[in-house]
């Protein structure tokens, strides 16, 4: 049984949707179909979840909206008339969204949530409307039904554990079923989201609820690259990367698949094959515990932007019994979460994302840590980019760094900090955000051109 997710860029016309039902019909393991919100039609087009976000923002400032709501029921209209189905689908979509829109707006994020999740249920129920247009045997699944069960957080919920049981039900069930992505339902019965981008989440929860032979992840490039392609031209496709690498990868800014979706399908060991839907034949890329290590060092080079660096430096800190867990006591007061953190004897650089602290906050941090911490200074460093090289090649091979640290010198691109993942299949770089493609593609040259005499 495998579990097929489709991301919103192969959701976002009837076009699309005639090849994602072949795709499935292709394969009679294909037995869960998890489905996000339509996506882009073309580059500068808006995601129905992006619509969605802001209609539910109008509702809560009261703004009128009536034109955003009819460009979202406009979408699933678009859809559903190119595929000759009948109109009673958007009469039940627009309904949904309408009671959706009249309910209770007391909390802000979560009546958020349920708009923007709705993105995806509508979706699943077009789409199973559209395959049994077509004669399939398919349903739409409610994730509470199914018992998709989420942590209070609103934005970025997470599967709560007792989940999986539940699910491994769904093989019971006949037909194909045209499961919604991106939320679940919380014990109290709210309707919460993943983090943005999140129905690769479903997906491999899913995967691992029903004990899938395989998670297929559709998307709209024929590969994970091993650079992101709109830094670098037809960059060199990665056949097998192990689930390690391509959590490292995916966290530090390859789109293409969800970070957070890795641990599920990692945990139940089913492997995950990303692929095309516009080019379903091409064999795409393959995630597994272990791979023939045959590329070389690394594997991948990703990037992204928007952090920012708080530096402190104290005499003796090395000695300093309790100096960490203060620091980070201060962090946590203010409900901060950091990424990295590099030390040296006398000093320690906390990494974090920028767009979680505005100019007061960060006021107020760096003099409580002047203060409460005795330190000799604190500096902050704003638009930072971190460059992950990745491989788990990278443990046999001598030298990795300083190639790495050489391309950028020769490039002109200063080395802000440097760090090495315990886990030594990646190391970090952390340079200004507007040295970030040049640094990147100056990686790429060093790891993956191959030097012509
Ligand atoms: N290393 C990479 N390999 C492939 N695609 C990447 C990479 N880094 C970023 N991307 C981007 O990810 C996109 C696919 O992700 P996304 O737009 O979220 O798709 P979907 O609509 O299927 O969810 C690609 O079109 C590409 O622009
Ligand atoms: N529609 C949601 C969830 C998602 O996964 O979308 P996509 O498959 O288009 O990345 C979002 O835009 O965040």
New binding site residues.
Partial sequence: MKVVKF???SLSSGEQLEKVLKIVLSDSARKIVVV??P?KRYSDDI?V?DLLISLAQCHLTGENADELFQTVVERYKGIAEELQLSDQIIETIKEDLENLLKADKSRPDRFIDAIKAS??DNNAKLIAAYFQHQGVDAQYVNPKDAGLFVSDEPGHAQVLPESYEQLYKLRERDGILIFP??FGYTKGGDVLTFS?????ITGSILANGIKADLYENFTDVDAVYSVNPNIVENPREIKELTYREMRELSYAGFSVFHDEALIPAFRAGIPVNIKNTNNPSAPGTRVVNERENSNGPVIGIASDKGFCSIYISKYLMNREIGFGRKLLEILEDYGLSYEHIPSGIDDVTLILRQGQIDSETEKQILSQIKHDLNADEVRVEHNLSLIMVVGEGMRHNVGTTARAAKALADTGVNIEMINQGSSEVSMMFGIKEVDETRAVQALYHEFFVPVTV
């Fill in positions: 991301g919103g860029s996000s919100a996506g995601k979840t993105g995806e992505g991106f943005r981008s999140g129905s690769d």
